[in-house]
């Protein structure tokens, strides 16, 4: 997000793009329509007004579209690197960073528990060198990077300051995202480490570092996503993010940090689901959910506090195995509802992620589907093109009504961390799972190409991505003799001070980033952290 | 022992037999779980007994507890692109089990499967493979005629 931009045109209260739109018919598009008066009842107001349920921004994409971002990352830093590039040569416009299990996680590549994963649902990054490699030739100061990076974020953002402060750029004019969310983890996506406690201190230790020293870095994505895609219900996925990001604002309370300057820094990650009227209503339930939520429990003044910025990502789950080419159909309308909601960013998912990785072609389709709905639909020409329809109104009302009940029963459970602890968000998820699968199963939900229509029994026909197999080998002696071949002292000497400041209350941040100077590597750093915090036991 | 089996009996619908016994079973890092629970929740309602080892489990850990648990079938997910080396570790696991004098367990497994990988795990021995789209249906049939056939053989 460009902020010098967009407070050039709050100020102004004119879009930064004054161009005007016309269908192609040649009838005049206003920017947006229905006064406040219009919309009262539901207190919808104007786009970039409180309580921002028409958006964000006064001017929406004419200001600035949304950022295409694919999620991508395989192999080694190497390879990914290349298809950076070729993704920012066909019209991408900022980078997301899909790390392998074992870096997310924090094993190197040559640890045991690394075998069979490395490389496979991203890229192995364990040290600066391979940071170095991956984002070769690509300028940080101007591509902003997006990290989907979690119990091992403290640690990858101490390699990305490391190597900017190598190329001699200084770590303010980083610009990006860091997912860096470790509740719905538990709730989720399952990539914790730690206990919940250390989980969530490391969580703020990044939020404050960056509050203090990376003005252009959101430190957090509250994620609804892998909630979604775990298997709940649209409300279930915006009350318990929003009950999440409480939950890190009252652990910044309890910080003492400045609150405004910290929601400031949020940002949120929803998926786009099949129906595209409750999805939209969904994005605009939640931005209006959250902007009371900042002022009424939080007391913060600040409009810009008040904003939900959020990242969209087509969903995983709706992707059928049978009848692949289907999927394309299915990302672009749930492309469409993200754009219809007002997105800061998008990823469309390739029509074979069902199958495997997807390959360079089926990336360019979903790439080239957010182009056509930036460029050829129209979707872009005003703010909230749905607001004041009657059902849209009816259904952001009652999405936020719902979610706002359950949250309401967290609280009186004792807030977000105790109903995690207990398992209640978990229950709820897999309940909503296998009320779906069952509603599949009975044909009340259908699913075209596989419970109607389909071709059963018919496998599909499609070019899969194959990975190297003499990739991960490789990797490992490559990181194995990277460690033989350093002087030991300093990364040793490191990590003993790194477990000293993990056993106090010091933020780590630069204890991690004096850590990756000194050559230690990924999983040296979370393995010290680990016989400190100990390692996550429990229900899974 | 006689009235735990007759106390299974009685959760099996009052059939003779003991219910049938499922370990579930994630080997490797991945957290993909939600094809997992809904199955788990799923073979209970049609009344099997499924023990679920969790996530981020060894493969030897997984054969360790069919052997412990007496489990009559094994199934593993993978949604992360490792299946090829992991689920060969299990296959291979229960294998040499089976030739030291074991019982031959059911074997199957789900996930992000490739269709091309599909032979390659039929010939390690998973007699079931489920990709995304599999009806409940499906795999508890799958389970019901895979169990009566190792009957037929002679279930020890």
Not at chain 1, 149 to 173: E, H, Q, T, Y
Not at chain 1, 184 to 213: C, G, I, N, Y
Not at chain 1, 448 to 471: I, T, Y
């Amino acid at each position: 997000m460009r902020k010098d931009e967009r407070s050039r045109s709050l100020e102004s209260g004119k879009p930064s793009d004054a161009r005007e739109r016309q269908t192609p018919s040649g009838i005049p598009i206003p920017l947006f329509l229905g006064e406040p008066d219009f919309l009262g009842e539901t207190g919808a107001g104007r786009p970039g007004e409180l309580p921002f349920t028409r958006g964000i921004y006064p001017d929406m994409y004419r200001g600035k579209l949304w950022t295409m971002r694919q999620y991508s990352g395989f192999g080694t830093a190497r390879e990914t690197n290349q298809r950076f590039r070729y993704l920012l040569a066909q019209g991408q416009t900022g980078l997301s960073v899909a790390f392998d299990l074992p870096t997310q996680i924090g094993y190197d590549s040559d640890d045991p528990a690394a075998a069979g994963e490395v490389g496979k649902v991203g890229v192995p990054i364990c040290s600066i060198e391979d940071m170095e490699q991956l984002f070769a030739g690509i300028p940080l100061e101007e591509v902003s990077v997006s990290m989907t990076i979690n119990a091992s974020a403290a640690v990858l953002l101490a390699f990305l300051i490391a190597l900017a402060k190598r190329r001699g750029m200084a770590p303010s004019r980083l610009r990006g995202t860091l997912q860096n969310d470790l509740l719905k983890e538990f709730v989720a996506r399952h990539t914790q480490r730690f206990p919940l406690t250390p989980s969530l201190r490391l969580v703020m230790d990044v939020l404050e570092h960056s509050v203090r020293h990376l003005p252009h870095w959101h430190p957090i994505s509250i994620s609804g996503y892998h909630i979604r895609e775990a298997g709940s219900t649209a409300v279930e996925e915006v009350a318990l993010t929003l009950s999440h990001a409480v939950a890190y604002l009252e652990a910044a309370r309890a910080r003492q940090l400045p609150l405004a300057a910290v929601a400031r820094k949020f940002s949120f990650f929803f998926a786009a689901q099949m129906h595209l009227f409750e999805e939209v209503a969904k994005f605009r339930a939640a931005r209006r959910l959250w902007a009371h939520l900042v002022r009424d429990r939080f007391q913060i003044e600040d409009p810009e506090a008040a904003k939900l910025r959020f990242h969209t990502q087509t969903a995983g789950a709706a992707l059928t195995y049978q009848e692949p080419e289907n999927n394309a159909v299915r990302v672009a309308l749930q492309a469409l509802a993200a754009v219809l909601g007002g997105t800061q960013s998008l990823h469309t998912n390739a029509l074979d992620e069902a199958l495997g990785l997807p390959t360079e072609k089926t990336v360019r389709l979903a790439l080239r589907t957010q182009q056509i709905i930036a460029f050829e639909s129209g979707a872009a020409d005003s703010a909230d093109p749905l607001g004041g329809a009657p059902l849209i109104e009816h259904l952001t009302s009652a999405i936020e009504e719902r979610a706002k009940a359950l949250m309401a029963e967290l609280e009186a459970r004792g807030g977000a961390l105790r109903a995690i602890q207990e398992g209640l968000p978990q229950r709820w998820i897999a309940a909503s799972a296998y009320r779906l699968e069952k509603q599949a199963e009975r044909g009340e939900r259908i699913v075209v190409g596989v419970n109607r229509f389909g071709s059963a029994g018919e496998a599909p026909q499609q070019e899969v991505f194959q990975l190297d197999e003499k990739l991960e080998p490789a990797r490992v002696e490559e990181v194995a003799r990277r460690k033989r071949e350093r002087p030991g002292g300093a990364a040793q000497a490191a990590l003993q001070r790194l477990k000293e400041a993990a056993r106090s209350t010091e933020n780590l941040m630069e204890t991690l980033i004096a850590g990756v100077e000194a050559g230690a590597t990924l999983g040296e750093m979370m393995g010290s952290l680990a016989e400190v915090f100990g390692e996550h036991q429990g229900d899974w | 022992m006689d009235e735990k089996s007759s106390e299974k009996a009685a959760r099996a619908g009052g059939s003779n037999q003991p219910p049938l016994r499922i370990l579930l079973a994630k080997p490797g890092l991945d957290g993909h779980d939600r094809g997992l629970k809904v199955i788990i929740q799923a073979l209970i309602d049609a009344g099997m007994e499924v023990i679920y080892t969790g996530m981020r489990i060894p493969s030897q850990a997984v054969i360790l507890a069919a052997e412990q648990e007496d489990a009559d079938a094994v199934g593993v997910s993978n949604h992360s692109g490792a299946f090829r080396e992991l689920f060969r570790e299990v296959a291979a696991g229960l294998q040499a089990a089976e030739a030291a004098g074991r019982r031959r367990r059911i074997l199957f497994c789900g996930g992000i499967i490739p269709p091309g990988d599909i032979p390659t795990l039929k010939s390690w021995g998973y007699r079931g493979v489920f990709p995304p789209g599999t009806s409940l249906e499906a795999i508890i049939d799958f389970l019901k005629a895979e169990a009566a056939a190792l009957e037929k053989e002679g279930r020890p």
